[in-house]
């Protein structure tokens, strides 16, 4: 697999499994952009078409949304890292939610 079909595959799961429209009629958006905020609403609109996503009314809560982006994205980085282990070599691990925020310097 090359970069640029894990990248499709990355953004297909997006589509399918994370991105829903939001509201009805004109006042619908998809559900990562600001439903009260013009430019937001038009740029979410933007990407969803860019990435060719279908229509999904069915509705998720805040923290299945994030938890199932952290999971895609972490799943994609770790595949991405191991094809480009001629660059980058070693053995690396990848993980969500193993460390508070309190954690880090802030």
Request: contains cysteine.
């Amino acid at each position: 697999m090359t970069l640029a079909q894990l990248r499709r595959e990355y953004h297909q799961k997006i589509c399918t499994q994370i991105i829903r429209i939001k509201g009805k009629g004109e006042t619908s958006y998809p559900n990562f952009a600001d439903g009260n905020n013009r430019s937001s609403v038009t740029i979410a609109w933007n990407i969803f078409r860019q990435l060719k996503c279908d229509k999904n009314p069915e509705s998720l809560t805040g923290q299945e949304t994030g938890r199932q982006f952290e999971h895609l994205t972490q799943e994609f980085i770790t595949n991405a890292f191991n094809l480009l282990q001629h660059l980058r070599p070693g053995k690396w691990l990848y993980e969500v939610g193993k460390l508070a925020i309190s954690s880090f310097y802030q």
